[in-house]
Every structure is written in C-alpha cells, then in structure tokens.
Nanobody, 120 residues
Framework: QVQLVESGGGLVQAGGSLRLSCAAS????????MKWYRQAPGKQRELVAS???????NYADSVKVRFTISRDNAKYTVSLQMNSLKPEDTAVYYC??????????????WGQGTQVTVSS
C-alpha cells in the first residue's frame, strides 16, 4: 500500500512565502512524474507544477517565477516553494505521484490536501 502525506500549508499574508512538502511511503519501486495541483472554492482542480523523474519542471503561467518545484528521489518527496504569494493562490493544494510498486503495478496517488490561505 502506498500513501502520500502532505505538510506545510497555512495562513500567510500577501507577499509572503510557504513551503509545501509531500512524502510517499509504502511498497515503492520507482516514482515517475510528481505534481502539485490546487483547487479553489467553486473552481476546478488545476495543475500548478510538475517535475519529471529526470528533474525537468513545468509551471502554470500564473505561478511561473514565484513557485519552485523540487524532488528528492532518495526520500520519495516533492516540495513546492511558494514565494510572493497572492490572495488568488488561496486553495487546497494536492500532491500527485505516478508510482510503480514492488509488484510492478503503476498507479497515480494523491495526497490528502493541505489548505493554503493568503490574506490581502
């Protein structure tokens, strides 16, 4: 069984910073792409940032320059450093990983979500 646990959300003033982390545990053989999504109230879940197993990154236009995604393959973790936060960044943030288990099945897993609230 594979589990993703997120940490690092909270309340911050506009212009501030937060760092989100997500750690995978369980029967893991390898991890492919790692991603961060977010969902604001009344809106669809959107992809914020992604990073491949080789370290190539991609960002939504709305967060480019301000957010940085990184991963530690040895620790099965992905992080999202969020700087210059804006009220419109307020959302529940979810990590997502493509994981191959030791039984060689591959599935997409989600974290439980962590609330990020940016006050103006």
């Amino acid at each position: 069984q594979v589990q993703l646990v997120e940490s690092g959300g909270g309340l911050v003033q506009a212009g501030g910073s937060l760092r989100l982390s997500c750690a995978a545990s369980g029967s893991i053989f390898s991890i492919g792409a790692m991603k961060w999504y977010r969902q604001a109230p009344g809106k669809q879940r959107e992809l914020v940032a992604s990073i491949t197993s080789g370290g190539r990154t991609n960002y939504a236009d709305s967060v480019k320059v301000r957010f940085t995604i990184s991963r530690d393959n040895a620790k099965y973790t992905v992080s999202l450093q969020m700087n210059s936060l804006k009220p419109e960044d307020t959302a529940v943030y979810y990590c997502n990983m493509l994981i191959s288990s030791r039984t060689y099945t591959t599935n997409t897993y989600w974290g439980q979500g962590t609330q990020v609230t940016v006050s103006s």
